[in-house]
């Protein structure tokens, strides 16, 4: 069983930066795959960013919409994924979810194993 926690969401204006928080406990996570989704109001879940054994730089994947704006990493000894979330717009407001999965994390919401309680983003115009 992995138990996932998230922190640091609020309120920002567009342009402005969030980091989100991730504390996982469980077993065998330092080969779980660990990402990150979100769910805009009306809207499916959708992918964000994952972090994929070996968690080298190029193990790392954004969705279209984030890329180079978001970044991922880890901190394998506190078992916590974060996210860096850097020119905020109006679109990026959502509830953002921690996830993780055996070896990787699928693009398919549907396929994730573990998921946190959500943590709410907004970032106003």
């Known amino acids: 069983q992995v138990h996932l926690v998230e922190s640091g969401g609020g309120l920002v204006q567009a342009g402005g930066s969030l980091r989100l928080s991730c504390a996982a406990s469980?077993?065998?996570?330092?080969?779980?795959?660990m990402g990150w989704f979100r769910q805009a109001p009306g809207k499916e879940r959708e992918f964000v960013a994952s972090?994929?054994?070996?968690?080298?730089?190029?193990?790392?994947n954004y969705a279209d919409a984030v890329k180079g704006r978001f970044t991922i990493s880890r901190d394998i000894p506190k078992n916590t994924v974060y996210l860096q979330m850097n020119s905020l717009k109006p679109e990026d407001t959502a509830v953002y979810y921690c996830?993780?999965?055996?070896?990787?994390?699928?693009?398919?919401?549907?396929?994730?194993?573990?998921w946190g309680q959500g943590t709410q983003v907004t970032v106003s115009s």
């Open positions: 469980g077993r065998a996570l330092s080969i779980y795959g």
């Open positions: 972090d994929t054994w070996p968690f080298k730089t190029n193990d790392r």
């Open positions: 996830v993780a999965n055996p070896n990787h994390i699928p693009a398919n919401p549907t396929a994730v194993v573990y």
